[in-house]
């Protein structure tokens, strides 16, 4: 049995680290069973430490799923970030489109941020969660328009991203050889496809460890 603040395997953590770990674990929790079907006391099945120590750290489960969600959509602002860093940036250029693309995709391989991003947006009935999912969008569509691009192309980029975290959602890139989404799988995520389709399959394999606990 856990101590009343942590289970064995955290003991020697700092508390930087224990308190990533819960927060990793909450990422993963969430991803699974979204906002209203995951308890703190889920969260810390989850991470191997007690509930109360989950509460005194983070607070409310709503706290703990502000914090969880801001991590994701944070991830997505500090990629674009660093591609719009890189270089120069030509709204007119293919290969450029293709560069901010691609370090989206490489966020999808991580399907837990992914099921956390699609959480927040429908879970923004919730006022404190629509609020932070709204502002996110913003900042996203504003630093996209800092390519110098126009509204449409920052438009267009940003409903090929959600097509991209919907295919996710339902399975498509790990059943691209499947029936009709093949296609519009292979030509939706392009050279990115066999990426995210392992990190499907990592996922799944990290959903059937964490059930036969």
Known sequence: MP?????????????????????????????????????TDAVA????????????????KLDLFLEVFTTA??????????????????????????????????????RDLLLVLMHGFTASSTPEIGSRARRSMGDIYVQILRTGCTPEQARDFVAQGMLLNVMVAIGAPEHADDGPLSDL??????????????????????AGATHDR
């Open 3 to 39: 101590s009343e603040d942590m289970a064995p395997k955290s003991t020697r953590l700092s508390a930087a680290e224990r308190r990533a770990l819960v927060l990793r674990a909450a990422m993963r929790a969430f991803a699974r069973d979204g906002f209203a079907g995951t308890s």
């Open 45 to 60: 099945r989850e991470a191997g430490v007690s509930q109360p120590y989950v509460v005194r750290i983070f607070g409310t």
């Open 73 to 110: 959509t944070d991830g997505v602002a500090r990629a674009f970030g660093e591609v719009l860093e890189a270089g120069p940036f030509d709204p007119e250029s293919d290969d450029d489109w293709e560069r901010l693309g691609a370090a989206y995709t490489q966020l999808l391989a991580d």
């Open 185 to 206: 799988a292979r030509c939706a995520f392009g050279p990115g496809l066999e990426l995210v389709t392992a990190g499907a399959h990592a996922a799944g394999a990290q």
